[in-house]
C-alpha cells in the first residue's frame, strides 16, 4: 500500500477520530490530517500520539476560504491529497412545524453546503493528479427519514444526490465519489438518547446492537482503497441490516 | 515562429494526453473547434481537465466560464492566451 494524503472533517467526534484512526492503521506513510474548529482536544490528542503522521488543520467546513486555505496547507506540507472524507455534520432535530429558519439553514449548511464546497476545494487537486477518493458520510435518514428531522435528512439525501451526480461527472479523471450511510452507531448523538430511546431504537435493528464507529470506519477504508476503483456513486448503508 | 508552433503542440499533446483522447496530436488542426458540432467532440468535463491541465503546465489560470468561452475555443486561441500569460499580459487571479 502506497502512502496517501487524506482529509477527514469532523475531526474531532468519535467517527472522524474513527475513521483517521483506521488510516493510521493501513499504512504507517499515511499522512491523515484532521480538518478541526475550536472544539479540538481529541484531535490534538490523537495528532499528538502519531506526531508527524497526524496533523490538525483549521477548517469552517461552510465556508469556502476556510476550505481554500486548509487545502493550500495540506498541499504546502504533504505535496497531494488523495482521499477527501466529508464526515462532519450535527443535527438539530425538531418536528417541522416548530422547526425555526435557522435550525434548516444550519443543518443544510453544515450537512450539505460543506460537502459541495470540500469537492469543490479538493477537485482541481485531484484533477491534476488524475486520481482521487472522495467519501462522502451520509446517514441512514436519508433513505429512511425519520420524523423530527425534515432538515437532517433532506441534507443526507441531497449528500446522497451530489455523490451520484459528481460520481459521473469525474468518473473517467480517475477520481471516484461515494457514500456511506452509517445508522445508529455509538458516537456523540446515541449518547445524549436516554434509556427509553436507547431501547426503542436498537428494536428497530436486525442485529440488536448499535454499530460501532470502527465499524463504520472500515466501510469509508474500504471505499477509498485503491481495490474498489470500480466502485462510484454508490451509497454503502453501514446499518446493522434495518432498511 | 518556432516557439509558437511548439507551443502548440505542447497544447495538443497535453489535450491528448490529458482527456485521453482517440485522436493523434497530428490529427488536430490548429483552428480545428473544440466544442460543437463539427469540432473535436469536447465536453464540460474536458473543459474542466483543460483549465487544471493548463494551470499546472502554464500557470496559465482560467478564472471563470467566461474567460474559459474565449480562451477554450481551439488550439490557436488556448496558444494565444498562454503566450499573453507568458508575456505578462495575462492577469493572475
Redesign the interface.
Known sequence: MSARVILVTGGNGGLGQAIARSFLDESADNQIWLGVRANRSKADALAAEFAGRCHCVELEVTQPESWKSAVSRILAQSRRLDVLVNNAGSHQDSLLANMTPGAWQQVLAINLDSVFHGCQAVLPTMIGQRHGRIVNIASLSALLAPMGQTNYAAAKAGVVALTQSLAKEVARIGITVNAVCPGYVETEALARMDAEERKAAAGRIPMRRFGKPEEVAAAVRFLACAKASYITGSTLKVDGGIL | MHDVSDLKHRIKNMMVE?L?LQVSVAEIDDDQALFGPGSLGLDS?DA??LV??L??NFGLKVPDPAAAKVILQNVNTIAAAVQRHQTGGESRS
Open positions: 490529458n485521453m468535463v474542466l481537465q487544471v491541465a494551470d499546472k
